[in-house]
């Protein structure tokens, strides 16, 4: 079976720093593709990140990148220069070849100003 | 952007009351995914179609159905809401391709009493 795992279930920082969220999975495909995705107090779900899994080079969004070790099955996330408008609930999700995403349960994060 | 419109956000039912939710997307993608959102359990996949009139269920269809009768519709149903069936309910789609994101609604708050 397929599965994510956050181990943060709240973290922190100070507005204009730099913070990274954990995300370990396990998988037994070869091929599959992950992705962070963000969900602020509207509600809205919205991708941060996405990277596949047979490509080496880590995926950078702006001020997001990502730390993929694929022998460790890690995925976080690094957001640099944290704005206030980063406050949001996290999370990791995988999805394989059978069409599902399997999710985190998320990390609460909250930019501080 | 990709636009997933789900048609209410706010919704009170009473116990007893068949439910629909309905979710319409503007990009032509085959596939289409209903997610309920609970706290501590994360996303919860309860069906999705990758194709007009096809469906499969998700990890907890119980008490759910779905119809796609067109593609860019895709509804929920809850035949016989119960109080246990007041949440968060999400609604995405995502064309065919393995990076291709899930690109979500902006939820519908269920109430049932």
């Known amino acids: 079976a397929q599965t994510v795992t956050q181990s943060q279930p709240e973290m922190s920082v100070q507005e204009a720093e730099t913070v990274t969220l954990s995300c370990t999975y396990d998988t037994s495909e070869n091929n599959y593709y992950l992705f962070w995705y963000k969900q602020p107090p509207s509600r809205q779900m919205i991708l941060v990140i996405r990277?596949?899994?047979?490509k080496q080079q880590n995926a950078t969004e702006n001020r997001f990148s990502v730390n993929f070790q694929k022998a460790a099955k890690s995925f976080s996330l690094k957001i640099s220069d944290s704005q206030l408008g980063d406050t949001a609930m996290y999370f990791c999700a995988l999805a394989g070849n059978n069409r599902k995403l399997i999710w985190g349960l998320g990390t609460s994060l909250a930019v501080n100003p | 952007d990709v636009k997933v419109t789900q048609s209410s956000r706010y919704l009170v039912k009473r116990t007893g009351e068949k439910v629909f939710l309905e979710c319409v997307q503007d990009m032509d993608h085959e596939n289409m995914f209903w997610y309920r959102q609970d706290p501590g359990l994360g996303l919860r996949l309860i069906y999705f179609s990758y194709d007009v009139k096809m469906k499969e269920k998700g990890d907890i269809p119980e008490g759910y159905s779905v119809s796609r009768e067109k593609k860019e519709r895709f509804s929920l149903i809850l035949e016989s809401a119960s109080t246990n069936q007041t949440s968060m309910y999400l609604c995405?789609?995502?064309?065919?391709?393995?990076?291709?994101?899930?690109?979500f609604g902006e939820g519908s708050w269920l109430t049932v009493v």
């Open positions: 990277q596949e899994a047979y």
């Open positions: 995405a789609s995502r064309p065919q391709g393995g990076l291709a994101p899930w690109w």
